[in-house]
């Protein structure tokens, strides 16, 4: 019982064929592409304000050098976004509760915002890890506190979205188990469950739009320390 509780976490394959390329291929279908007609249509119109509203809220703390990475950011807001919320209806799979995924987002976009202080500002970025007026007895060991602390922010961005999912996926499965298992024995407990599973499915949608959104923060509030 306990491993199939797990087994949604495994990536499905058909004949052999792992098939996570086309649920990481099946958000892009779900967005019209634009066009340039004057009279565009419902969809797109939801698209465009979408777009428009999390490019600015990402933006805001950022100077005009960091708006180049527009593109990217609602980009990976717009992916992790349609994929979690996918992710949450039946017989589907997520390929964000993986944490090899998520690493290979976090990494490579973390290595690019600390080149990019490097390459701009190296004197700024470097001095992050040693504060002004440090005691000269403290340098050494905050100098290796504060490199840990910068080189395990990848690890923490692809942590937490893979944790958060998959506790939230669990709990969803748990509960739901419970509530079938209930029904011919007390439908009155059976029924509480229900409520339960279905205000933690609420719940779950809301996690799922939050921890997309607070991973590109976050990876925009690094780039904002090296720009």
């Given at each position: 019982?306990?491993?199939?509780?797990?087994?949604?976490?495994?990536?499905?394959?058909?004949?052999?064929?792992?098939?996570?390329?086309?649920?990481?291929?099946?958000?892009?279908?779900?967005?019209?592409?634009?066009?340039?007609?004057?009279?565009?249509?419902?969809?797109?119109?939801?698209?465009?304000?979408?777009?428009?509203?999390?490019?600015?809220?990402?933006?805001?703390?950022?100077?005009?050098?960091?708006?180049?990475?527009?593109?990217?950011?609602?980009?990976?807001?717009?992916?992790?976004?349609?994929?979690?919320?996918?992710?949450?209806?039946p017989y589907t799979f997520t390929p964000t509760t993986q944490l090899s995924m998520n690493m290979a987002l976090a990494f490579p976009?973390?290595?690019?915002?600390?080149?990019?202080?490097?390459?701009?500002?190296?004197?700024?970025?470097?001095?992050?890890?040693?504060?002004?007026?440090?005691?000269?007895?403290?340098?050494?060991?905050?100098?290796?506190?504060?490199?840990?602390?910068?080189?395990?922010r990848p690890l923490a961005l692809g942590v937490r979205l893979t944790a958060n999912l998959t506790a939230g996926h669990l709990l969803?499965?748990?509960?739901?188990?419970?509530?079938?298992?209930?029904?011919?024995?007390?439908?009155?407990?059976?029924?509480?469950?229900?409520?339960?599973?279905?205000?933690?499915?609420?719940?779950?949608?809301?996690?799922?739009?939050?921890?997309?959104?607070?991973?590109?923060?976050?990876?925009?509030?690094?780039?904002?320390?090296?720009?």
């Amino acid at each position: 019982m306990n491993l199939s509780f797990f087994d949604q976490f495994m990536t499905p394959h058909l004949l052999g064929i792992p098939l996570i390329l086309i649920a990481l291929l099946f958000p892009a279908l779900l967005f019209p592409t634009p066009s340039n007609r004057w009279i565009p249509n419902r969809i797109s119109s939801l698209q465009s304000w979408f777009f428009n509203l999390i490019t600015k809220q990402l933006m805001i703390p950022l100077n005009k050098t960091g708006h180049k990475w527009a593109i990217i950011l609602t980009s990976l807001m717009a992916f992790l976004l349609t994929i979690n919320l996918l992710g949450l209806l039946p017989y589907t799979f997520t390929p964000t509760t993986q944490l090899s995924m998520n690493m290979a987002l976090a990494f490579p976009l973390w290595f690019a915002t600390l080149l990019t202080g490097l390459r701009n500002q190296p004197s700024i970025s470097l001095g992050h890890l040693l504060p002004e007026g440090t005691p000269t007895l403290l340098i050494p060991a905050l100098i290796m506190i504060e490199t840990t602390s910068l080189l395990i922010r990848p690890l923490a961005l692809g942590v937490r979205l893979t944790a958060n999912l998959t506790a939230g996926h669990l709990l969803i499965q748990l509960i739901s188990t419970a509530t079938m298992s209930l029904l011919t024995i007390i439908p009155t407990v059976s029924a509480l469950t229900l409520l339960i599973l279905f205000l933690l499915t609420i719940l779950e949608v809301a996690v799922a739009m939050i921890q997309a959104y607070v991973f590109v923060l976050l990876l925009s509030l690094y780039l904002q320390e090296n720009i």
